[in-house]
């Protein structure tokens, strides 16, 4: 496993394909590709495209049991060689620019790049199973698992007090 993300810049238009697994949360599988954007051999404009791959546990969003959650995810995104930033250049809209470190000896460090876009992967709304019941809104028992005998509260109460509000 790798604490860092380097690919060495593609040489006159040769893409440079990786497929590593960095050192995040017990192992992310990235598959990357770094190829020129055009046809010519010095384009600074370059395109960062691939697939990542992790496992993590989440929260459920009901019960707060833990959640085991594999994300599967491909991305692609531009980074200006120019400009060292992606900043002035014209992007598609929503597309983000990519954050980059130029290296000595033709390389790129890609690590700030990548981790965000593994962090903001990870799905905030999960539930441990479709029908989880939930806590109980009056003890806090994990009514999936604990027969505490409080009735449940009506969604139709919820959605009143709600309005109220
Ligand atoms: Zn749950
Ligand atoms: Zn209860």
Same mark, same amino acid.
């Given at each position: 496993m790798e604490t860092s993300f380097v690919l060495?810049?593609?040489? #006159?238009?040769?893409?440079v394909e990786a497929r590593r697994t960095l050192a995040w949360k017990?192992g992310a599988e990235l598959e990357t590709r770094l190829?020129?954007?055009?046809?010519?051999?010095?384009?600074?404009?370059?395109?960062l495209s691939g697939t990542y791959r992790f496992?993590?546990?989440?929260?459920?969003?009901?019960?707060?049991?833990?959640?085991?959650?594999?994300v599967e995810r491909t991305f692609?995104t531009?980074?200006?060689?120019?400009?060292?930033?992606?900043?002035?250049?014209?992007?598609?809209?929503?597309?983000?620019?990519?954050?980059?470190?130029?290296?000595?000896?033709?390389?790129?460090?890609l690590t700030?790049e990548i981790v965000?876009r593994l962090?903001?992967a990870?799905?905030?709304?999960?539930?441990?199973?479709?029908?989880?019941?939930?806590?109980?809104?009056?003890?806090?028992?994990?009514?999936?698992?604990?027969?505490?005998?409080?009735?449940?509260?009506?969604?139709?109460?919820?959605?009143?007090?709600? #309005?109220?509000?």
């Amino acid at each position: 496993m790798e604490t860092s993300f380097v690919l060495d810049l593609p040489r #006159k238009g040769v893409p440079v394909e990786a497929r590593r697994t960095l050192a995040w949360k017990g192992g992310a599988e990235l598959e990357t590709r770094l190829a020129p954007e055009t046809n010519a051999p010095d384009d600074p404009v370059l395109r960062l495209s691939g697939t990542y791959r992790f496992e993590t546990v989440v929260e459920c969003a009901r019960c707060l049991g833990d959640v085991q959650v594999t994300v599967e995810r491909t991305f692609e995104t531009r980074l200006d060689l120019a400009h060292e930033t992606s900043e002035a250049m014209d992007l598609e809209a929503g597309e983000e620019p990519a954050t980059f470190v130029r290296l000595p000896e033709e390389r790129i460090d890609l690590t700030a790049e990548i981790v965000a876009r593994l962090e903001l992967a990870i799905p905030e709304i999960v539930l441990c199973s479709p029908d989880c019941k939930g806590l109980c809104p009056v003890c806090g028992a994990n009514r999936n698992t604990d027969g505490c005998g409080h009735a449940p509260v009506p969604r139709m109460v919820e959605t009143e007090s709600l #309005k109220g509000a």
